[in-house]
């Protein structure tokens, strides 16, 4: 029976980015287009860190009972380990994305926005069917525009909508920058599981692309968030701020294109994932500060 930690280690806390950095731009830019909506945008934290917690916990299920973990460098892997039977592990899938409708359900009652229950539900099936089902899409090299979609444009412009009820340009720039560093977290760590994908018969982007351009795919990713950074300060120089992030996205580049492996890849994935954050941060405050000429 899997320990407390294990559980903990088995949610991929590493991940946690990818949920926290939305909810910060989309509120920067709500903040900045003068809606202070403190309320909804805890809410729209909570569906985002279910909705990732769910998907770990969902793809911990379906890789373990189709074998996929048996033989993995990094995080735990509580069925593919046997630390928890699978159905445990499918009810914490359960459970978190039933969190994450009902702090969904209760955040479009409050905005009126009824429409936001369709793009919730495509969240959670799209969450579930990454590696779950029949045909997971997942292992047809489709996640990374997943990741773009969901964790860019679905979930910043859904935050910002959700507290402002509008969206702006640069609400769009930032949520292009999300998209495109949340990526990189799933492009490092498909990059590191290569050679298990490659046996297990799972074809991410990374086994398509082959080892040198998944490291090319994933400095595009890390370092097209700057150039956003650098254009949007043309319009508004406080999306400068965002360039503060460049000696973290320096760091992690220069380490995979060093030809970081193994378990070294884990430590450029967390590393990734505060790249991220940092990026979302001082973005979300340059949003916040609004489109000053």
């Known amino acids: 029976m899997a320990s407390v930690g294990q559980w903990v280690a088995g949610a991929r806390p590493r991940t946690l980015p990818t949920a926290i950095s939305p909810v910060l731009v989309g509120t920067g830019a709500a903040v900045g287009g003068g809606a202070v909506q403190p309320g909804r945008a805890l ?8 909705l990732v917690i769910g998907v770990n916990y969902a793809n911990d299920y379906s890789d373990g009972i189709r074998g996929t973990d048996d033989d993995r460098v990094g995080p735990v892997r509580l069925v593919g380990s046997r630390l928890a039977v699978p159905a445990a592990v499918w009810n914490a899938a359960f459970l ?10 209760t955040l479009v009652s409050l905005t009126r926005q009824w429409w936001l229950v369709a793009v919730g539900a495509v969240c959670i099936a799209g969450a579930w069917f990454y590696t779950g089902g029949r045909r997971p899409y997942g292992y047809a090299g489709l996640g990374e525009v997943a990741v773009f979609v969901f964790f860019g444009p679905v979930a910043v412009l859904g935050t910002a909508l959700t507290q402002s009820g509008t969206v702006s340009p640069l609400a769009i720039v930032g949520a292009a920058g999300v998209g495109l560093l949340a990526c990189a977290v799933l492009v490092v760590n498909n990059l590191r ?26 400095v595009a990713c890390v370092l097209l968030p700057l150039g956003l950074s650098a254009l949007a300060g043309i319009r508004s120089w406080p999306m400068l701020l965002g360039l503060l ?5 320096a760091a992690v580049t220069r380490r995979v294109l060093g030809g970081a492996d193994g378990r070294r890849l884990v430590r450029v994935l967390g590393d990734t994932g505060l790249l991220l954050l940092a990026w979302s941060v001082t973005t979300g405050v340059g949003l916040a500060l609004g489109p000053i000429a």
Request: aromatic share 4%; proline share 2%; hydrophobic share 55%.
């Open 43 to 50: 809410l729209a934290l909570v569906v985002a860190v279910a």
């Open 245 to 249: 992030a460049l000696p973290l996205a």
């Open 96 to 105: 978190c994305f039933s969190i994450a409708a009902l702090a969904g359900l």
């Open 193 to 218: 599981d290569i050679d298990g994908d490659t046996a297990a018969g799972k074809r991410t982007l990374a086994v398509a692309l082959g080892d040198t351009d998944t490291r090319r795919l994933y």
